[in-house]
């Protein structure tokens, strides 16, 4: 796994770096092949989709970029909670990405049910290595409490399922969320954590540092086997790492 870790002056710079990784890593696709994304939801995407909405509009093809998620709380595609609400406003209204492009996760289905149905649609869109479907580009977020997706801490079992997609519960508010788990995340050619605000600076100095607890977080356990790793934090979130180490 090679890991890569940069910090930003602000969440701008860090969304600019993070259009142009899109943009490189679509150079020299052929024309026929689409580039596979999942996309992280929660708050922090929100700031970094406009800005590829209003400054890679162009730049990237969105024509030949494919859209999935890499969770989805169990509500209504219209609900404020939605991932898929918040990227249709915050993005996929914006760009000119064509409409069977884009495979949201119903969360207004039956959560069982739908992590199987998605599971299979990712498996049939997506070209496989070792039978894992493999996204080119795999976004995630980091709770202060170092999850990711939805895989809180004490549900390392989500992460280690033989499943692609697993049903997942909110700790506090009791949400249902389908979520990506372990096998089709350390599968990705590239995941990117994005991670801004002091809010997360405990818990990336706790991962960075190897605080104890650490390695019993779900987001230590993000390592793409044949993939590349981008931790991707503004100085806020950087504030408190003391030696950024490989
Ligand atoms: C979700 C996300 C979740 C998120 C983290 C960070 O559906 O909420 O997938 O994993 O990335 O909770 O959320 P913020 O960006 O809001 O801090």
């Known amino acids: ?10 969440i701008d710079e860090l969304s600019q770096f993070f259009g142009e990784l899109i943009v490189s890593q679509m150079q020299g696709l052929p024309e026929w092949v ?10 922090t995407p929100k700031a970094i989709f406009q800005y590829l909405a209003q400054h890679f509009h162009d730049q990237i093809q969105w024509k030949k970029v494919q859209l999935f998620w890499s969770d989805e709380r169990c509500v209504s595609p219209d609900s404020p909670e ?14 000119a990405i064509p409409q069977e492009n884009i ?10 049910f739908e992590a199987g149905r998605y599971a299979a649609t990712v498996r049939q869109q997506l070209r496989a290595v070792n039978n894992i479907p493999q996204f080119d ?22 992460f280690e399922s033989k499943y692609l ?22 599968a990705a050619r590239a995941v990117t954590f994005l991670t801004t605000g002091e809010s997360k600076s405990d818990i990336i100095a706790t991962l960075f540092e190897k605080k104890k ?10 390592q793409p086997e044949n993939g590349t790793l981008y931790w991707l934090l503004d100085k806020k979130s950087a504030s408190k790492i003391a030696t950024i180490q490989k």
């Not at 607890?213 to 993000?222: E, Q, T, Y």
Request: net charge positive; hydrophobic share 40%.
């Open 1 to 10: 796994m090679d890991k890569r870790i940069s910090v930003f002056n602000n």
């Open 34 to 43: 689409y580039y596979s994304i999942a996309l992280s939801g929660g708050s």
């Open 82 to 95: 939605s991932n898929f609400r918040m990227t249709k406003e915050n993005l996929l209204d914006l760009v």
């Open 103 to 112: 495979f949201r996760i119903r969360g207004e289905s039956d959560p069982v």
């Open 137 to 158: 580009l795999l976004m995630l977020g980091l709770g202060e409490d170092g999850h990711t997706a939805s895989i809180f801490p004490g549900n390392l079992h989500l």
């Open 165 to 186: 997609f697993e049903i997942a519960k909110h700790p506090q508010s009791g949400q249902v969320r389908v979520t990506a788990t372990g096998k089709i995340i350390n």
């Open 213 to 222: 607890g650490w390695d019993s977080l779900p987001a230590s356990k993000v």
